[in-house]
Nanobody, 122 residues
Framework: QEQLVESGGGLVQAGGSLRLSCTAPGQPFSTYSMGWHRQTPGKEREFVGSISWTGGSTYYSDAVKGRFTVTRDIGKDTVTVYLQMNSLKPDDTAVYYC?????????????WGQGTLVIVSS
């Protein structure tokens, strides 16, 4: 089972910034759409943002558009996708999951990371 490994979660004050990282094996993920979802207790997991397999297009939920940015670096053997989160709000508190899919990660991606917790204090 291929692995997506997240890092970068933590505690930040409202208005602050945080960057999450997700590293995966270059094969096959360098040719996959990758992105992020998040989940809070009692709620369904929701799409946050993603980048296409070409790296040429990005997509965001309305809740984070203009504040969050998804980027990607392809290395020799790995691919890393980042989620830069700016102007954080307490409502952004959630477990953030990296996701990957050969088609689109917006709905029901095939691969998930283990999740990393982000807490935004007011």
């Amino acid at each position: 089972q291929e692995q997506l490994v997240e890092s970068g979660g933590g505690l930040v004050q409202a208005g602050g910034s945080l960057r999450l990282s997700c590293t995966a094996p270059g094969q096959p993920f360098s040719t996959y759409s990758m992105g992020w979802h998040r989940q809070t207790p009692g709620k369904e997991r929701e799409f946050v943002g993603s980048i296409s397999w070409t790296g040429g297009s990005t997509y965001y939920s309305d809740a984070v558009k203009g504040r969050f940015t998804v980027t990607r670096d392809i290395g020799k053997d790995t691919v890393t996708v980042y989620l830069q989160m700016n102007s954080l709000k307490p409502d952004d508190t959630a477990v953030y999951y990296c996701a990957a899919d050969s088609q689109s990660v917006i709905q029901l991606p095939d691969y998930w990371g283990q999740g990393t917790l982000v807490i935004v204090s007011s």
